[in-house]
């Protein structure tokens, strides 16, 4: 019986490779949703603390405004530098140095 919730069953791994696989991908993915939850409290906090200079109980379109320019500048920087960093760890790969 299984009670996965919308998992799919997934075979058990036989071999120590398959389950070192397995726990570096897990591994792997736990990294980058901490790093998601972390982007998405750095963006929140950054774009708040420089646009809402008097807080309320609703956003004024002055407001929105704001936090959506200050939210899509922080992800267009993010990527840039995600970018560059994918290709230099690949790089160094590439070159046997990691």
């Known amino acids: 019986m299984a009670f996965g919730f919308g ?19 897990q591994v792997t ?12 409290s750095k963006v929140t906090k950054s774009c708040y603390d420089l646009c809402i ?9 002055a407001d929105q405004d704001c936090i959506n320019k200050c939210a899509g500048k922080y992800m267009q920087a993010f990527n840039v530098v995600s970018k560059e960093y994918v290709g230099r760890v690949q790089a160094e790969r590439h070159r046997g140095n990691i």
Request: proline share 5%; glycine share 0%; no cysteine.
């Open 29 to 40: 993915q736990e990294i980058r949703t901490a790093q998601a939850a972390t982007l998405i």
């Open 53 to 61: 200079v008097n807080p309320q109980s609703t956003l004024t379109a």
């Open 7 to 25: 998992k799919k069953e997934e075979s058990v791994p036989s071999t120590s490779a398959e389950i070192k696989a397995n726990l570096q991908q």
